[in-house]
């Protein structure tokens, strides 16, 4: 008996029509679901910036432990300050750094300054007779500009006393003693024969650290006007030096003192040579944190 034809077999890497359907619903249902999926969160803010209360400083100090509240010297013309030290003639030259010694001497006690008192010392006994020649001569130009003696006699003491309370500026002290001090060593090594040549070569010497002291407090000054116009209000009552800048302000007394402690007479003018003790490494000034005034209470509370 025969054998029936058979039907070719199908080949095994056809895919079946309903496979490939569920394997396109499959994908369409996974498509779907990666659409609908969630996004990552944003990212969260960045923090606020942290605003801080600007810290408020000191009143600014003056110089050296100055007083408060100080006049300086105006400016001339060619922009120098204008002191009892200027436009000097040469014998008021000479008699001027003769005075500035002799307040430097009494004044500046520190050990290592023992060379200003020696060189004064030579300076007053080596030149004697021109000295004398030089204060005659000042008298007499104070004599023929008076009718009356005395009143010739009383102008040129209180000259006399500004020239001397100008170099016992307490807030200059240790920049004009080691002026002071530069100058006796130079007068050690060449002793002055002409009083005149030596002023000439040394005076502006001994006023450069007053000129320095000036600069700064008028920096000081300056600065101590911002910060009153800027905290004075909230905070300058606990401020040292404020209460003294409003009354110089509203033109009363600050109660500074003024002229020196002691003096010791010198025996050329007659005059007391102001002696101030300064401690020269400590400044007595306060420095408080500023602190604003409490409110005030409510009535009835």
């Given at each position: 008996m025969s054998?029936?034809?058979?039907?070719?077999a199908l080949s095994r890497h056809?895919?079946?029509?309903g496979l490939?359907?569920?394997?396109?619903?499959?994908?369409a249902v996974l498509a779907g679901c990666a659409a609908k999926a969630p996004l990552p969160p944003p990212p969260p803010p960045a923090p606020a910036p942290v605003v801080r209360a600007e810290?408020?400083?000191y009143r600014p100090l003056p110089p050296g432990g100055a007083h408060y509240v100080m006049t300086l010297p105006a400016r001339g013309p060619d922009g120098r300050r204008l002191t009892v030290n200027s436009n000097l003639g040469d014998d008021q030259l000479v008699w001027n750094l003769r005075s500035a010694w002799n307040v430097a001497a009494l004044n500046c006690l520190a050990p290592d300054y023992d060379p200003i008192l020696q060189g004064y010392r030579t300076f007053l006994t080596k030149n004697v007779k021109t000295l004398k020649a030089v204060n005659d001569r000042i008298e007499k130009s104070y004599t023929s500009r008076f009718k009356v003696r005395r009143e010739a006699v009383v102008a040129r003491d209180a000259y006399t006393t500004q020239v001397y309370n100008f170099f016992a500026e307490p807030a200059a002290r240790a920049g004009f003693c080691r002026a002071a001090l530069d100058m006796a060593v130079r007068a050690a090594a060449a002793p002055a024969t002409d009083p005149l040549t030596f002023a000439r070569a040394n005076f502006a010497g001994l006023m450069l650290p007053f000129e320095h002291f000036f600069d700064e407090y008028e920096a000081y000054q300056q600065a101590a006007a911002e910060w009153d116009a800027k905290w004075g209000a909230m905070y300058g009552p606990s401020q040292p030096g404020w209460v003294a800048a409003q009354q110089a302000r509203a033109g009363a007394a600050t109660g500074s003192p003024t002229g020196a402690d002691?003096?010791?007479i010198d025996p050329?003018?007659?005059l007391p040579v102001p002696v101030i003790p300064v401690n020269e490494s400590v400044t007595a000034q306060p420095v408080i944190q500023p602190i604003a005034p409490k409110p005030a209470a409510a009535p009835g509370k």
């Open positions: 054998a029936s034809p058979r039907t070719p056809r895919t079946s029509p490939a359907l569920a394997a396109l619903a499959g994908a810290p408020v400083p002691q003096g010791v050329m003018t007659g």
